[in-house]
């Protein structure tokens, strides 16, 4: 959940002292590693669960995270997340032995119910799932920042870090997403679970190497996020999305090689977990500093154990898929766990939770069949490996042990199932919970039906029958259905628009409907060109853009028309070639991306037109026309008539 008590640098004394305090507490986890001053003996599991709430009725974010805190003073263990429309809540610890699972998706449902409870009354609801469909850009501006310290602190430490004018995207897989964005907010995309194992320190070194090779086939069974701004991206997009996000470097005409702050990491582990922690600090600058009250060393020679506090809040600015994290047990005594960034909200709390059994069982399979997993695979395939998975999740092909080629779905079921089964049952866990857990991840992959593939198939079918936004509506709508009735993604079908009980698109901006994929002409290029092209595209008005993108102008089928008729009756000559110039209507009635549909019906109604070019400034960004009021009335009318059909049944 990070450190809440934390500032933005203000002054140069105020970074050299959290500066030294954090090498102080590097200097203090050294003493403690080296004097074995670490619980032993117990393994522990916990758990953070991310969500997205969203409007009950229109299914697009709720930004509503402070007053829903404030129906929930009494459930402590729910805290704030970046954005107003996130949540988390942390997880109890379990000793991981016997029961431990499924007294985790317990707690979860239990915990996730509480809330929804409090939720009704603000008309909200809960939805687990990696990148919540509806969301669009414009709900990322910093409007719908959390307000806490904080946050505005990590923004601007971040916005100072940056090197070019703007944060960039670039992702593509069935469609194409690429835009600038001016704050690093688009962070709070990502929702995850994000699951903790305990690990002693002289076997963290090789866990967390064993972290690192799972983390390719854990994401490609557990993928959930492959919709993204109504764009159909990478199976686990929050992989590309999260480090684009906070990503401040910029291109240079040297190759300057330069780490972003979201991860993989750049090599194995070799000695303990003393190299990630100076690699980071050595790599990043500190973004945020900390109250610390107490000198580290000083605990340490009065036989106390420190808190670390500079380190944990260095540590959390840090984004390492597999994250090292210290901390200290009800006992007084420090320990170490390995925090699996990597698995996605979602589709079902069982889902999740078949996750982690299967992520837990292989660390513990692995690591007692391998001594070290670096003989068996070299680094670079295991970081291409993760790539793939949050690629093409599970149609990944891998490399393996050993150098050998292997599909993700014979992977899973051939070697790591077994193996996470084994590994369950040496650490005592009820077999009643792993044939519960492994049997929906086994089922899961031999139906080839993860929730990346669901997106991608609901999203593909709906998208053709309705809009972009009637579609993603529908989709975020069935997936809190299926997730309140805790039915794993496999038996998920694919949803009907007939399925959506209510949609209201009169809500709607501009830049959720208008047309992106635009055909445009230049001022000096012909009249034939412009004909033929609207011919082939059967369009009916094409911009006139210049050379930069900037509306110059509009031409219409009408202009069209009336231009070859007075070419037909000899009124223009036919000698001298037309050009767009001479045709095209100058200063064309726009509208900006803000407004709502709403808006643009009734300019379009008032001045009798049948397009609206949509422009950002002088950009010209996208195009309305009158055909898509029309397909928006023909689903309106057949919702009514089929409420009809039902009420006369």
């Not at 600090?281 to 610390?292: E, H, K, P």
Request: proline share 4%.
């Amino acid at each position: 959940m990070g450190e809440q008590r934390v500032s933005l640098v203000t002054d140069q004394d105020q970074m050299h002292y959290f500066v030294k305090n954090l090498l102080q507490d590097v200097e203090a986890l050294k003493y403690m590693l080296d004097n074995d001053w670490f619980e032993k003996g117990i393994t522990r599991i916990g758990a953070e669960q991310e969500m997205c709430l969203v409007n009950k009725n229109t299914f697009k974010p709720a930004c509503i995270a402070m007053q829903a805190l404030d129906g929930m003073k009494d459930l402590k263990w729910v805290e704030t997340e970046l954005a107003k429309f996130n949540l988390e809540i942390n997880l109890d610890p379990h000793e991981f032995t016997k029961d431990c699972l499924s007294i985790l998706e317990n707690e979860i449902n239990t915990k996730l119910n509480k809330m929804r409870r409090r939720l009704k009354k603000l008309d909200a609801k809960i939805i687990l799932t990696g990148i919540l469909p509806t969301l669009r850009k414009f709900d990322l501006s910093m409007n719908n920042l959390t307000p806490k310290k904080r946050y505005f602190a990590l923004m601007e430490a971040i916005n100072s870090q940056l090197e070019s004018s703007a944060y960039e995207l670039k992702l593509d897989g069935i469609d194409e997403l690429q835009f600038k964005h001016d704050s690093p907010l688009i962070e709070a995309c990502n929702t995850s679970f994000q699951v903790h194992l305990q690990v002693s320190p002289e076997e963290f070194v090789k866990m967390y190497n064993i972290a690192q090779t799972l983390a390719a086939p854990i994401m490609a069974i557990a993928a959930n996020s492959s919709l993204v701004f109504g764009k159909r991206l990478w199976h686990e997009s929050r992989i590309a999305l999260f480090q684009q996000a906070l990503d401040t470097r910029s291109s240079k005409e040297y190759m300057r090689e330069k780490s972003p702050r979201v991860s993989f990491g750049n090599d194995w582990l070799n000695d303990s977990i003393l190299e990630i922690y100076k690699e980071d600090i050595a790599r990043f600058r500190v973004l945020l500093s900390s109250d610390v009250k107490e000198n580290a060393l000083d605990k340490i020679a009065n036989n106390e154990v420190p808190n670390l506090r500079a380190l944990q809040v260095h540590n959390s600015t840090v984004y390492r898929w597999n994250r090292p994290c210290y901390g200290i047990s009800p006992n007084g005594k420090p320990h170490l766990r390995i925090e699996n960034r990597v698995l996605p909200a979602g589709p079902t709390v069982l889902d999740e939770v078949s996750n982690a059994a299967f992520w837990l069982g292989m660390m513990k399979g692995m690591a007692d069949e391998i001594t070290d997993i670096r003989d068996h695979i070299s680094f670079e395939d295991i970081h291409d490996n993760f790539n793939k998975a949050a690629r093409f999740g599970i149609d990944s092909k891998f490399t393996w042990m050993n150098n050998e080629k292997i599909s993700a779905v014979q992977l899973i079921t051939e070697r790591l199932l077994p193996l996470s089964k084994k590994g369950l049952k040496s650490v005592g866990i009820k077999n009643k919970d792993i044939n519960r857990y492994l049997k929906v991840i086994e089922d899961r992959t031999r139906n080839h039906s993860t929730g990346a593939r669901w997106l991608l198939r609901s999203f593909t079918k709906l998208s053709k029958e309705t809009s972009i936004d009637e579609a993603v509506t529908t989709i975020t709508s069935a997936t809190i259905q299926n997730q309140e009735q805790e039915i794993p993604v496999h038996q998920w079908k694919l949803p009907e628009l007939g399925d959506l009980k209510k949609y209201k698109p009169s809500d709607l901006r501009v830049e959720e409907f208008m047309i992106k994929d635009l055909f445009t002409v230049q001022k000096d290029d012909i009249i034939e060109l412009v004909a033929d092209m609207m011919d082939w595209r059967k369009i009916r008005y094409t911009a006139v853009e210049s050379k930069k993108g900037e509306l110059v102008g509009l031409v219409t089928s009408r202009d069209m028309l009336r231009h070859f008729a007075k070419c037909a009756k000899g009124v223009i000559p036919n000698e001298e070639p037309t050009t767009v110039k001479s045709l095209m209507i100058e200063d064309p009635i726009v509208i900006s991306p803000e407004a709502t549909i709403i808006e643009a019906l009734k300019i379009m109604r008032r001045k009798k037109i049948g397009c609206l070019p949509v422009v950002q400034g002088k950009e010209l960004i996208g195009m309305i026309t009158e055909k898509q009021f029309l397909k928006i009335s023909g689903r309106l009318i057949e919702r009514l008539k089929l409420e009809e059909n039902k009420k006369d049944k």
